[in-house]
């Protein structure tokens, strides 16, 4: 927009120039039409601002369409708006389907930690977890790369993972723990073991009226306390007509059988133990190391044997960028996903806690700083917060400011920007959102359809940013 602006200036002058004759309509429809068509459609409508930080991601996209059969991570953390996984499962279909489906990324077993996630996977497990979000207060609990820490202090568990979309078999499952540690081990099949062994033959005894505990010891042979102890008595006292268990000196074959999970054999780097299956699985069963004692589990990456996309979702109800600021193991973990690019969507919360938009985006740039640090250093779309209402009264002016200052910070700390609060309507949009069903009662989350109209919107403009690059090179 701003190089059509310039180049109205120079019409304008050139029209009013002593030098120059008037300019006809004519003319001036005919320049028009000359003008670079790429940068129109980079610069108006549905559009990521500051695009060109992505060309590193544009062109690894560009060379798996050349079949280079490359790997595209991309992770997106937010808040609720992510956790449940609607916008971001919608995001990843559509990738997925221009570019190829290599996996569905980063999952976590929300179910165990008793909260929602998404309907693509589930787990199940026979024992009970505890949990810790990062939204709480600071307490040494493994809160890493999903924001929520989830452990137990013994073992004797089976985690059972589903696959419930066909799409998202896997061949690599990762495990993420802090510091890598050796936790967990990984199982498909369980072998049955049989031992044989003999017991003592147990034979019944009706006892007849008048009848001793110890006449009926004396005539199978055996001590009054072993007929006690088979039939669970305190005393000797006995009474005629009902049955004893006795336990005689002969002796039969006794088989035992018993159930374990076949450990798979795992591989480790610097970020995870994982394994390898030539085979698509849809189920994989999560069972303890013998040689650990705790067990912490902070997600697991399923990749398929196929170039294209993974399209991660990291989510905490209720987050804010200061949330995952405070564990520097999130940061750490991240690595693990070895993401190509990076989008945020924070911004809700931080606006129904009165957050000053200077505030905010000092927390914006202290999570991109603690992502260096790490040397986490790939490009990076910052989302508008949606529009919403304060406290289900007014138009959230919070949202407004955050989405005003991140449009304006853009370029000075390099990161692109779509803004989804003006492609929703903006300050004055909400009433007819709900109108449309696109946003709920709360007038914070939205509905499915919502969700999925963002989707749709954002990478709407990502594959036009896309093209655009393409038609540069």
Not at 80 to 93: A, E, F, V
Not at 209 to 228: P, R
Not at 240 to 252: D, F, V
Request: include cysteine; charge should be positive; aromatic fraction near 10%.
């Amino acid at each position: 927009m701003n190089k059509l602006i310039i180049f109205f200036c120079c019409l304008l002058w050139s029209a009013n120039s002593k030098a120059q004759k008037s300019v006809s309509l004519s003319t001036i429809k005919d320049m028009i039409s000359k003008i670079d068509t790429a940068t129109i459609e980079t610069y108006t409508g549905n559009h990521i601002y500051n695009a060109q930080v992505l060309e590193s991601v544009f062109e690894k996209l560009k060379e798996n369409e050349s079949g280079k059969n490359q790997k595209i991570n991309i992770v997106h953390i937010g808040d609720s708006h992510i956790q449940g996984d609607l916008m971001t499962n919608k995001i990843r279909k559509i990738l997925q389907q221009q570019f190829g489906n290599a996996g569905r990324g980063f999952v976590f077993p929300y179910q165990l930690a008793k909260t929602n996630g998404s309907y693509n996977e589930r787990f199940y497990s026979n024992r009970a977890w505890e949990s810790y979000r990062n939204i709480h207060p600071v307490k040494n609990r493994p809160v890493g790369v999903s924001g929520i820490g989830l452990w137990r202090d013994n073992g004797g568990f089976a985690v059972q993972l589903n696959i419930k979309d066909p799409a998202y078999k896997f061949n690599s499952i990762h495990i993420i723990t802090p510091q890598n540690q050796n936790m967990f081990d990984l199982a498909i099949s369980s072998q049955t073991n049989i031992i044989q062994s003999t017991e003592r033959k147990v034979i019944t005894h009706k006892i007849k009226k008048g009848e001793a505990i110890s006449v009926i010891a004396d005539k199978y042979n055996i001590s009054i306390a072993e007929i006690k102890k088979a039939n669970g008595l305190k005393s000797n006292n006995i009474r005629a007509g009902r049955t004893l268990k006795i336990p005689t000196n002969e002796t039969k074959p006794k088989t035992i059988k018993s159930s374990e999970f076949v450990p798979l054999n795992l591989t480790s780097d610097s970020f995870s133990h994982y394994y390898n299956s030539e085979k698509a699985l849809d189920k994989i069963y999560l069972i303890p190391n013998k040689s650990a004692s705790e067990f912490e589990l902070n997600g697991l990456v399923l990749e398929k044997d196929a170039p294209g996309i993974t399209y991660s979702g990291i989510g905490v109800n209720g987050a804010k960028f200061s949330d995952y600021n405070k564990y520097p193991l999130f940061f750490e973990q991240l690595k693990a996903l070895k993401p190509d690019l990076l989008i945020f969507s924070l911004g809700t919360n931080e606006s129904y806690d009165n957050m000053e938009a200077s505030a905010y985006i000092r927390e914006l740039r202290e999570f991109i700083s603690n992502l260096k640090q790490q040397k986490i250093d790939v490009p990076i779309i910052v989302m508008t917060p949606p529009p919403s209402l304060h406290r289900k009264r007014k138009p959230n002016i919070y949202v407004k400011e955050y989405a005003e200052r991140i449009n304006n910070v853009a370029e000075k700390d390099d990161f692109a920007v779509w803004d989804l609060y003006d492609e929703f309507g903006g300050l004055n949009g909400v009433r007819a959102l709900r109108a449309e069903g696109l946003i709920g009662p709360d007038f914070v989350h939205y509905s499915k359809k919502g969700y999925e109209k963002q989707a749709k919107l954002f990478t709407e403009a990502f594959l036009r940013a896309y093209d655009n690059f393409k038609f540069k090179k």
